[in-house]
Nanobody
Framework: VQLQASGGGLVQAGGSLRLSCAAS????????VGWFRQAPGKEREFVGG????????YYADSVKGRFTISRDNAKNTVYLQMNSLKPEDTAVYYC??????????????????WGKGTLVTVSS
């Protein structure tokens, strides 16, 4: 599975962006997908995840209520809708995929497939 994240950019605080994670490979629909981010000088952190069917979503407390993850398996794409963006959301965002059970969805070590990141910059 190859992943490509896109949709990053510069946005003012309070604004919105939608990131996409496009995948190649017929097994993508059987994989959970996680979104992670890494700000300069900080560790990579979990943002959110979605089960293979799309029926379950998981979010970090810092983004709950502001970010929404969805997927379209027919298009091999997962989306991260980010609303009410804050300057502290500034980071490189990565998507990852693998056969991850729900209890491990927030752990980056569980994912074997990673896309190149896309930079999100939120200005104050």
């Amino acid at each position: 599975v190859q992943l490509q994240a896109s949709g990053g950019g510069l946005v003012q605080a309070g604004g919105s962006l939608r990131l996409s994670c496009a995948a190649s490979g017929r097994t993508f629909s059987t994989y959970a997908v996680g979104w992670f981010r890494q700000a300069p000088g900080k560790e990579r952190e979990f943002v959110g995840g979605i089960s293979s069917s799309g029926g379950s979503q998981y979010y970090a407390d810092s983004v709950k209520g502001r970010f929404t993850i969805s997927r379209d398996n027919a298009k091999n794409t997962v989306y991260l809708q980010m609303n009410s963006l804050k300057p502290e959301d500034t980071a490189v965002y990565y998507c990852a995929a693998d056969d991850v059970t729900s209890i491990y969805v927030a752990f980056s070590t569980g994912y074997g497939y990673w896309g190149k990141g896309t930079l999100v910059t939120v200005s104050s």
